[in-house]
């Protein structure tokens, strides 16, 4: 039925009809059409011509127009029919009305903050203010079963076997087919057992066999860095948006402080209830 429905409030926008006549003094109030005693204007079609996908806003205005005007036309006069509005449809009346109106303020004040070189140093300044690098390793490791692979493995490396080949061959890990290379990582980023190993390790040392929940471990430690501070050029793009970010956060909580707020008690509502369209026509 949906499809139907569609077709036939969206029809107009497949259809080409003649350039509309523009008066010189064409405003936003100026009336297109009058259904049932109700005005369609021109604001009301700049409004539904911005709210088109992309794709039909490529299309030639004048058939844009003439479909807009004939489906706005057709969504009055089929609204028309029924007086009384459901519940459904005055919740939903409702909840646009808020985002509309939310929106056009938040955009109203997005435009007007402003990041200066300051905020951006400032931000600076606080994130790298008790800066401590963390060691970086790159690590490569061969994953098997049994610690007797891993020793088996252990001795065919030190009789002289390329490590990448046998990861290749003998790996079980999803890092096998690339010769078992995992990057770069920081603290953190493995498992500890593993991480714990690669510290205590030398460039190009191989590892004893580690034991972590995915199975047996030989690793090879490729290399390790100790990165410096990025300079305020190199952060500065990100910084910009987390000043901005903030701005705005600050500007929505002072607005929203400034309402009284009571929440009730909504600990007893299952969450599953959202899911239930039933409950948008109590």
């Not at 046998?166 to 498992?191: D, I, Y």
Request: one cysteine or more; hydrophobic letters at 40%; charged letters at 25%.
């Amino acid at each position: 039925m949906s499809k139907y429905k569609n077709m036939l409030l969206g029809a107009a926008m497949c259809l080409t009809f003649g350039a509309p006549v523009m008066a010189q003094d064409v405003t936003g109030q100026t009336v297109v059409a009058t259904v049932g005693g109700t005005d369609i204007t021109v604001g009301h079609m700049v409004a539904m011509t911005l709210s088109l996908p992309e794709e039909q806003r490529s299309l030639p205005m004048d058939v844009i127009f003439e479909g807009l005007l004939e489906r706005l036309i057709q969504q009055e006069a089929v609204s028309q029919s029924q007086t009384d509005l459901t519940r459904r449809t005055e919740l939903q009346l409702e909840n646009e009305q808020r985002s509309l109106v939310a929106s056009e303020i938040v955009n109203a004040m997005a435009e007007k903050i402003t990041v200066t070189d300051g905020d951006v140093q400032a931000a600076y300044d606080i994130r790298f203010a008790d800066f401590m690098p963390q060691t970086e390793y790159n690590a490569s490791h061969i994953l098997v079963e049994t610690e007797e692979e891993a020793k088996a493995i252990i001795a065919e490396l030190e009789a002289g076997a390329d490590f990448a080949d046998t990861a290749k061959e003998k790996s079980t890990g999803p890092s096998g087919p690339s010769g078992g290379e995992l990057g770069w990582f920081g603290p953190g980023r493995m498992v500890p057992d593993f991480e714990a190993a690669v510290v205590e390790m030398e460039k190009d040392g191989i590892s004893a066999p580690v034991q972590t929940q995915f199975g047996w471990h030989v690793i090879k430690l490729n290399d390790s860095r100790q990165p410096g501070v990025p300079t305020l050029e190199e952060m500065k793009s990100t910084l910009e948006q987390e000043a901005w970010r903030n701005m705005m956060t600050a500007e929505i909580d002072a607005l929203v402080g400034q309402v009284e707020i009571v929440r009730a008690d909504v600990s007893g509502i299952n969450p599953e209830v959202l899911t239930d369209p039933a409950m948008m026509d109590d």
